[in-house]
Nanobody, 127 residues
Framework: QVQLVESGGGLVRAGGSLRLSCVGS????????MGWFRQAPGKEREFVAA????????VAADSMKDRFTISRDNAKNTVYLRMNSLKPEDTAVYYC????????????????????WGQGTQVTVSS
């Protein structure tokens, strides 16, 4: 079992920045591909960014790749999401998730590939 706890969310003005953290426990996250997803009120959960177990492969949603950066520190069992130039439409609950890296050093962009999820952290961007 893997437990994931997100932190770093909050209220920020448009144009501001936040860094979210996701700390894992129970197992080392170095055996997992990690992802960030978000869910706005009344909308489906959507992919934000993902990083392979080694950190060598990174992918982000087209609408966010110029502003959001995912990274990981396996020594700290932590994954990060740096968010710059935030917009009101970025308001959502942000979740981190872990997918077993059984197929190698790859990333996943769909929810069904992830076995473990955190409880989420709220990000609210005011205009």
């Amino acid at each position: 079992q893997v437990q994931l706890v997100e932190s770093g969310g909050g209220l920020v003005r448009a144009g501001g920045s936040l860094r979210l953290s996701c700390v894992g426990s129970g197992r080392t996250l170095s055996r997992f591909s990690m992802g960030w997803f978000r869910q706005a009120p009344g909308k489906e959960r959507e992919f934000v960014a993902a990083v392979s177990w080694s950190g060598g492969t990174i992918v982000a949603a087209d609408s966010m790749k110029d502003r959001f950066t995912i990274s990981r520190d396996n020594a700290k069992n932590t994954v990060y999401l740096r968010m710059n130039s935030l917009k009101p439409e970025d308001t959502a609950v942000y979740y981190c998730a872990a997918a077993p890296a059984s197929l190698g050093d790859i990333v996943y962009t769909t929810l069904d590939k992830y076995d473990y999820w955190g409880q989420g952290t709220q990000v609210t961007v005011s205009s």
